[in-house]
């Protein structure tokens, strides 16, 4: 491989390894790279990029010690391939029923955790959703107010799409999953819209 910048070409090295960053062609190898790796496992493995997720129902003592041996055979594909799992951002989330049992990989002890992002949405133990919902809404009130600090001279359409831009979309990412059943999570969100209307309508309180 080699970096050629503005005509001036660097030394070629030998890549044994990986996939580089930032190329055209990059996130389709990393893809190619490791298609295989639900074979190795006989737990359910969802992926997503760089992000693997792993699991699998638990029902009796069999099924801990094959989940177990699934992040065994983890290791052994990552080594084939000359691959690393990041362990400290591995997590064990038990839906519904806190594991007595602790799981490995890599001879680090993985953290259970009462909740944990995946893909944007902040999955629970419960399966409840407030916890993704106060985030949700510390998230767009932050840029809200970017928004009524900065952009209050400009003309109302410019609002308006700064708004379904930048503030709207936060609030409406997975919302088909994480729809609010909650008179609490629902009031949340609604005083977060009716921010966005005095600020779109230029309605602002002093």
Known sequence: M????????????????????????????????????????NSSVRLFADDCLLYRT??????????????KHLEEWANKWGMRFNTKKCYVLSINNKSSRYYQLEKHTLQEVQDNPYLGLQISSDLKWSIHINNVCKKANATLGFLRRNLRNVPETCRKTTYVTLVR????????????YLKGDIDKLERIQNRAIRFVKKRLQK
């Open 169 to 180: 979309s936060i609030m409406e990412y997975g919302a088909t999953i994480w729809n609010p």
């Open 58 to 71: 638990i029902k009796k003592e069999d099924h801990h010690l094959t989940l177990q041996a699934d992040l």
């Open 2 to 41: 080699r970096t050629i910048v503005e005509g001036e070409s660097s030394q070629e090295t030998s890549v044994d390894s990986g996939v580089p960053q930032c190329t055209v062609l990059g996130t389709i190898m990393f893809l190619c790279h490791i298609n295989d790796l639900p074979d190795c496992v």
